[in-house]
């Protein structure tokens, strides 16, 4: 019998058992593996290829207003990503922090060198603001009187598990 490698695991195998993909003989389970692999690593290249342009955007459009070089901004921007690891979304949104939110002064001639100094802050800041956001959006605060009949009816522990939205 024929026998084949498959370029996934690297195991042999029988031609017979393999699945062929472009020119080459995988297990069955090894090719689904490689293409879910390939999918998710796509969906993350588009994910960053529509941060990367939200960027420029803001740089260009709103932070500089169209007054800039756009070349040097982007030397820097693929500086701090292989220096620092940050992500697109994380320099636009650590730049609004520094500027929108604290208000801070644009340096002319500084460009973005900023950001690795902001970058801790602005990500805590936009985690507390999540948390804020997820707590205002499950709860309501309930009539305190209502409530506090409920409670003086019953013993604490018998209390069943108050639906807000009946009081
Ligand atoms: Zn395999």
């Given amino acids: 019998?024929?026998?084949?490698?498959?370029?996934?695991c690297k195991q042999q195998?029988?031609?017979?058992?393999?699945?062929?993909?472009?020119?080459?003989?995988?297990?069955?389970?090894?090719?689904?593996?490689?293409?879910?692999?390939e999918g998710s690593k796509q969906a993350l290249e588009e994910k960053e290829k529509a941060e990367l342009k939200d960027l420029k955007d803001y740089l260009w459009f709103e932070l500089y207003n169209q007054k800039v070089q756009m070349s040097f901004l982007m030397k820097q921007v693929k500086n701090m990503r292989e220096e620092h690891g940050f992500r697109y979304k994380g320099m636009?949104?650590?730049l609004r922090y520094h500027y929108q939110?604290?208000?801070?002064?644009?340096?002319?001639g500084h460009?973005?060198?900023i950001i690795p100094y902001i970058y801790e802050e602005a990500k805590q800041y936009y985690a507390l603001l999540l948390e804020n956001k997820k707590h205002a959006e499950t709860f309501t605060e309930p009539s305190t009187k209502k409530v506090t009949v409920a409670i003086s009816?019953?013993?604490?522990?018998?209390?069943?598990?108050i639906d807000i939205e009946s009081l």
């Fill in 111 to 113: 460009g973005i060198g």
């Fill in 101 to 108: 939110i604290k208000g801070e002064k644009l340096q002319e």
């Fill in 92 to 94: 636009e949104l650590a």
């Fill in 153 to 161: 009816n019953r013993k604490k522990e018998e209390l069943p598990v």
């Fill in 1 to 8: 019998m024929a026998k084949v490698k498959c370029p996934f």
């Fill in 13 to 37: 195998m029988n031609k017979e058992e393999s699945v062929k993909f472009g020119a080459r003989y995988y297990h069955q389970d090894c090719l689904e593996v490689k293409q879910k692999k």
